[in-house]
């Protein structure tokens, strides 16, 4: 980490983050954070867990030994203040109430990272404060462009749901979530809807009834991770669904929840477009943690 | 008698059409010739599948939790003397409800093994209880006590595990305010016997239940070995609420309120006391479940939550009218 220059941001909360000398001990309390700062060149002093994982591996081997401090929604402040950071890289809803102990440790940072304009957004203004302005414009820029290349080659006609939780009912995503978001780029549609308070980031979707699941009836499922067997599957309805009938229900990464780093929005657009048009889009190369694969 | 009869009349017959109306109304709305077509087979595959796999077992179901609660409820306040016992008061319910959420939180069960966990959990809570309330014999007070006791005690472990259970803490929160959405064969399979058997037993026993709502020496005078019978309705009480948690979640308020108000529609000594508040609760419950379904349309509010917004009205009532 070499970055010197002073820099002011004003973060998603509208506070005014300052380093007189730059980010050189940067700890990301997301898995954004590190997405994007080894995206950018550089390395997290510490990074935060990976869903069930410690650590996100699919960005690469450079984050092997680096400390895990928590959760992005429970971090251990000891911990954090022992590595004596000089920037905290954070998603907002997860830390903001606990803003006040972070600043006490060094300047922190906190984005909101819901949908596809907050990612542009996240990664530019934390390029910026980092000291990589132009790379992070770089970044969005391709991502921009492949989202239009993607867009022009996606032959539409497709339906989908993004479904989480192992209970009875699913919750599915509503279209300004970032995976869910990336359904419209591929001309497809996400059953899921749009929000019904879209000024408002929260919620991110709804519990859908099965009743409601079965007349919608989407061409492909994507079910987000989970470690055991989902309720909603085990209802007598579930194999009368389309998707499953075709043998088009796929389980993904847990990188589909935290997709606004650079790497995991490009990975999740490469691998919906596979899933949604198998004979127009390649699978792209994936680590075995975010693979995606059949449900059986 | 005569009047009795017209009131069980009256509650079956609104069961049957509020059976039937649920069956119409949901995201895919029927009509009664459309449930025609479907008894005679010709109804359309997604009408077949709607009704058959969705709206019928949820419909079961509904009956079954309404019934159970409100005969474990009735049960309670009549073995225990006290007015506002209900089936949770033996921590039935928060020992199905630990158990469960131990088990989504620390070890990742799969979904469909969490009743089965929840129903060991309610019994083991419930004969915690009587285990803590024992002493040589089991005194009402003492019951209380004690259940209040082992209530508090999964109440607070629950709590503490939900503030450690991460991504599972949303499913965690929805399980726990009680719902039958996605519901289907499957809880009415694993359930119905736990409920069923119990609730036929206890009101084939209806004289010694009629005994215990009597003083214990009266009852002892008229030959009834009140500890015996006792422990034996708690236990039908405690087997009744478990399986009702374990597919359910926590329903609450129906098993307190339903018996106050099946008191002043029948006496409680009549015979048919106990199958009367039965009815009465399924009907309730099942009225419930369709706001549930309907009130936040397409989405579905908690069961729990509506039962609480109709009970706890109901309860206020009856304590103000109990005061004056």
């Known amino acids: 980490m070499a970055t010197v220059q002073a820099a002011t941001i004003t973060d998603d909360r509208g506070v005014a983050v300052t380093l007189p000398e730059g980010a050189n001990r940067v700890v990301a309390i997301s898995t954004f954070g590190s997405d994007l700062m080894l995206a950018l060149g550089l390395k997290p002093l510490a990074v935060t867990s990976f869903g069930p994982f410690s650590r996100p591996d699919f960005l690469g081997p450079e984050l092997v030994g680096v400390p895990v401090i928590g959760s992005r929604a429970q971090v251990n402040m000891e911990l954090l203040s022992e590595i004596e950071p000089d920037l905290i890289l954070a998603i907002r809803r997860y830390t903001e109430k606990n803003a006040s102990q972070f600043e006490s440790i060094a300047p922190y940072m906190a984005l909101d990272l819901v949908t596809l304009a907050d990612s542009l957004r996240g990664v530019q203004l934390s390029g910026d404060i980092l000291g990589k302005s132009a790379e992070a414009t770089a970044l969005n820029k391709q991502f921009q462009q492949q989202l239009a290349e993607f867009k022009q080659r996606a032959p539409g006609g497709v339906s989908a749901a993004l479904l989480v939780t192992s209970s009875e009912t699913p919750f599915i995503y509503h279209d300004h979530f970032i995976s869910a978001d990336l359904l419209g780029y591929l001309n497809a549609e996400n059953i899921g809807g749009a929000s019904a308070t879209p000024e408002q980031a929260l919620p991110l979707g709804y519990r859908m009834g099965l009743e409601e699941l079965l007349e919608q009836d989407p061409d492909v499922i994507f079910l987000f991770a989970s470690n055991k067997k989902r309720a909603f599957t085990l209802n007598p309805i579930w194999p009368y669904l389309r998707a499953v009938r075709n043998g088009r229900v796929y389980e993904v990464g847990h990188h589909w929840k935290e997709a606004a780093g650079p790497q995991a929005r490009a990975l999740i657009l490469q691998e919906m477009a596979h899933r949604l048009y198998p004979n127009q889009f390649a699978l792209p190369a994936l680590s075995a943690q975010i693979q995606s694969r059949p449900y059986r | ?324």
């Open chain 2, 1 to 324: 008698m005569l009047l009795s009869l017209r009131y069980c009349l009256l509650i079956v017959a609104l069961l049957v059409l509020l059976f039937v109306a649920a069956l119409l109304v949901g995201h895919q709305t029927l009509t009664v010739p459309d449930l025609w077509l479907l008894v005679q087979g010709q109804a359309t595959p997604l009408q077949k599948i709607v009704v058959w796999e969705l709206r019928i077992p949820r419909n079961l179901l509904a009956l079954l939790v309404g019934a159970a609660l409100a005969t474990a409820g009735a049960i309670m306040q009549g073995v225990t003397r006290n007015p506002l016992a209900s089936p949770g008061l033996t921590g039935v319910v928060a020992g199905a409800s630990f158990v469960i959420v131990l088990l989504v939180s620390v070890w990742s069960v799969d979904a469909h093994w969490l009743p089965a966990a929840g129903f060991v959990g309610g019994i083991g809570a419930g004969c915690l209880t009587f285990y803590l309330a024992w002493q040589g014999r089991l005194l009402p007070l003492r019951i209380v006590l004690a259940g209040v006791a082992v209530t508090a005690l999964c109440a607070a472990i629950s709590t503490a595990l939900l503030l450690f259970s991460g991504a599972e803490a949303g499913d965690l929160f929805f399980w726990l305010a009680g719902g039958l959405s996605g519901r289907g064969w499957l809880q009415v399979e694993q359930s119905w016997y736990w409920i069923v058997f119990p609730m036929l037993l206890s009101f084939a026993l209806v004289q010694r239940f009629n005994l215990l709502l009597l003083d214990d020496d009266i009852a002892r005078s008229l030959g009834l070995a009140v500890g015996r019978w006792r422990l034996l309705f708690l236990l039908l009480a405690v087997l009744m609420t478990a399986a009702v948690v374990s597919v359910a979640g926590p329903v609450g308020f129906v098993g307190l309120v339903i018996p106050h108000i099946s008191k002043r529609l029948l006496s409680q000594q009549h015979p048919f006391w106990l199958p009367f508040t039965a009815l009465l609760g399924a009907l309730i419950l099942l009225c419930a479940d369709l706001l549930a379904r309907l009130s936040a349309f397409p989405q579905e509010i908690p069961l729990g939550v509506i039962t609480a917004l109709l009970g706890g009205p109901w309860l206020l009532l009856l304590i103000r009218r109990g005061l004056n």
